[in-house]
């Protein structure tokens, strides 16, 4: 899809970087009148529904931002000059140390486009063998393995909250692999 021109004049932008974060601060101008909006500018990232041996590989991480342990998917940034699917390969090694046998691509969505410009690439992979963790030192990443209708019963009852992971679960199903 082509971007399209903003129906907005901006006569200001203001750019911050803040770690791995790049804050954009923009006046609107809109009938005449300013108004300020912002977002954060963000690498694309990818999202892994891993599945070895009809199990789901799920990792449960410890999130500084909320502080505490989340049960997710693997997933993290496409660095710079990096496909989407080679990201891929590489996260699901580093977080859970399965490689992948095959990886169907299930589509590239927006995170949540009121507040960021990121990108998530979505994948299943189908994993075979362990080779290790490659964890950086900012992860405390724990691997589990739960079979399907366990983990349905997790997303029904809370216990799995990441959205993305959700999302992706349901278009999986609805290709037919489950």
Known sequence: M????????????KETEIGRF?????ELLIDGHTYPYSFSEVKDS????PICEDKIVLISEYRQSLGRRLVEFPAGAVEEGERPLDAAVRELVEETGYEAVEMLELGCYPVSP???????HLFAA???????QML?????????KVDQSEFDR???EGEFGFLIGIAMWELYKRKGKR
């Open 2 to 13: 082509d971007e399209e021109k903003t129906p907005f004049r901006i006569v200001s932008r």
């Open 22 to 26: 790049k804050i954009i601060q923009e």
């Open 46 to 49: 990818v999202c892994i529904l």
């Open 114 to 120: 009121g507040t960021s410009s990121m990108m998530v």
């Open 126 to 132: 189908d994993c075979k063998k362990s080779i290790g």
């Open 136 to 144: 950086d030192k900012t992860e405390d990443i724990a691997v589990t």
């Open 154 to 156: 997790m997303i029904g």
